[in-house]
Nanobody, 118 residues
Framework: QVQLVESGGGLVQAGGSLRLSCAASRTFFSINVMGWYRRAPGEQRELVASITSGGSPNYADSVKGRFTIFRDNAKNTVYLQMNNLKPEDTGVYYC????????????WGQGTQVTVSS
């Protein structure tokens, strides 16, 4: 079983920055997509950003231009750099890794809280 360990959440004022990290406990032997999701209070979990094994990113419209996702395949780690944070970015952020080939897998982290004060 693979563990995804997230870090970097916290409390920040609007306009501030945070960097989230998610490290996998072992190497993945197939191509995959690593992503960050968030669940705002009272809302469903939604995709924030994702990145393929080849480095192609995808962003939710609400974070384009403010967030950057990148990965270090040698360290089995994905990052989310969050700049110009807004109160509506508040939520629990979850790391996800899903295979796009064989073998199939879909792993989730335990979540890290991000709170942006106005």
């Amino acid at each position: 079983q693979v563990q995804l360990v997230e870090s970097g959440g916290g409390l920040v004022q609007a306009g501030g920055s945070l960097r989230l990290s998610c490290a996998a406990s072992r190497t993945f032997f197939s191509i995959n997509v690593m992503g960050w999701y968030r669940r705002a209070p009272g809302e469903q979990r939604e995709l924030v950003a994702s990145i393929t094994s080849g480095g192609s990113p995808n962003y939710a419209d609400s974070v384009k231009g403010r967030f950057t996702i990148f990965r270090d395949n040698a360290k089995n780690t994905v990052y989310l750099q969050m700049n110009n944070l807004k109160p509506e970015d508040t939520g629990v952020y979850y790391c996800n890794v899903i295979s796009t080939g064989r073998p199939t897998y879909n792993y989730w982290g335990q979540g890290t809280q991000v709170t942006v004060s106005s």
